[in-house]
């Protein structure tokens, strides 16, 4: 049975999506010309080559860290994810789609030259299904508040691949909330 989104939910969701889509429409620096490595100038529109003491740059170490950050971040979620559903079964289901879409996040963000992500350190297992749910669900919250700020510091593909991720982390906080009981 499916539950309306609460309207704290969609408060939320509506602060977060217009961030999201303004950071949609950044353009790469290698996609608009800009920054392309290696070059040193243009002469009648054509790139010159690097000189002979030159480096070809590197990703930017600012980059590299906030992708780590957030590597590490998306880690410590799928160990969650993963300990949850080895104590309770009958979760596995409904975790299912949060753990491939922290594994698919973790690629996309290692794709990025230089990304790490430091080992997930041991996580508690929740006494009762529903706790579990509910600490999956607060930590999807929290990484998803995390990762759109930092969306927010960065340009390009970039800052799009950490939107994405905290749009997807706050729909996983929504449908992972357990619903309250009725008193009736």
Known sequence: MRHPLSRRTVFV??????????????????????????????????????????????????????????????????????????????????LAAGAKYHVSHLAKLKETQGVTAQAAKAVAAASSSQAALTAIAQQEKAAAVTHAAAAVKLSGAPARLLAEIAAAETQLSATLTPKKKDAS
């Open 13 to 94: 969701t509506a602060a977060l999506v217009p961030g999201a889509a303004a950071l949609a429409g950044c353009k790469d620096d290698a996609a608009s010309g800009a920054g392309t490595p290696g070059t040193k100038g243009a002469v009648n529109g054509t790139p010159t080559a690097p000189g002979p003491t030159e480096e070809t740059p590197t990703v930017d170490p600012a980059v590299v860290a906030a992708l780590s950050t957030v590597a590490t971040q998306v880690t410590q979620l799928s160990q969650l994810y993963a300990t949850a559903s080895r104590k309770f079964p009958a979760l596995r289901a409904q």
